[in-house]
């Protein structure tokens, strides 16, 4: 696939999108993971239509701020949190969708307060228990969830998780809709990447994170 075509790719498949929201009657974000991308097809995407942004590299995200001074774009952090890296990703990105412990949790809340702001986050659950992933385990999220409740810098909007790359995705789905459907506080099922997001929209997601789609595999 030609580089250039990202255009092309991106309307395609926001149509593909538009069709699974259609059929089963609910709206879909897209997420469009932007990492090792330059910040051109970011304000080009934009120029398109697309708002929402992820990113993987704090120091990398830092550099397309700079670039890019549209407020109206919406930052979400994909990576892996450090807690060394907290203040700035609190600085730069309006979501985080990779928590899993109360003391990242509550190093978010006081960096938000101090920059008077409310941090939209997702929990991270490693659905198919892999040691190389982040995230708790499923019977670990009422634990999670309370521990961070009343934070008053944080909005606890839902829950992200990363199938077992290979694997038929559709029971991995399913358990995180279980999950999801049990809290009616949560309004943000974030899953699906260019792989498996048509099975992820058919298993409940409202919220996908898609790069390779766009922007053609890494050479």
Not at 38 to 43: L, Q
Not at 45 to 60: A, I, P, S, T, W
Not at 132 to 144: F, P, R, V
Not at 159 to 170: E, L, Q, R, V, Y
């Amino acid at each position: 696939m030609s580089e250039n075509n990202y255009v092309n790719r991106y309307i395609t498949l926001t149509k593909k999108i538009s069709l699974l929201e259609e059929k089963f009657g609910r709206d879909v974000k897209l997420i469009t993971v932007s990492k090792n991308q330059s910040y051109e097809k970011i304000i080009e995407l934009k120029r398109l239509g697309q708002n929402d942004f992820g990113e993987n590299y704090v120091d990398e995200a830092y550099e397309k701020n700079i670039k890019i001074s549209d407020t109206s774009i919406s930052w979400h952090f994909i990576g892996k949190v450090q807690s060394n890296k907290i203040k700035k990703i609190c600085t730069l990105f309006d979501w985080i969708h990779t928590v899993s412990s109360p003391q990242h949790a509550i190093k978010i809340n006081d960096s938000c307060n101090t920059l008077n702001k409310t941090m939209n986050i997702c929990i991270q659950i490693n659905i198919d228990s892999e040691d190389s992933k982040n995230g708790i385990m499923l019977d670990e999220y009422d634990n999670l969830s309370s521990s961070i409740e009343n934070l008053s810098n944080i909005k606890l909007r839902g829950i992200m998780a990363i199938p077992k790359a290979g694997n038929d995705s559709t029971e991995a789905f399913s358990k995180m809709y279980k999950l999801y459907k049990k809290h009616l506080n949560l309004d943000t099922l974030s899953m699906g990447m260019s792989s498996d997001f048509t099975s992820a929209i058919e298993n409940g997601s409202n919220m996908l994170r898609i790069g390779q789609e766009i922007f053609g595999k890494r050479s």
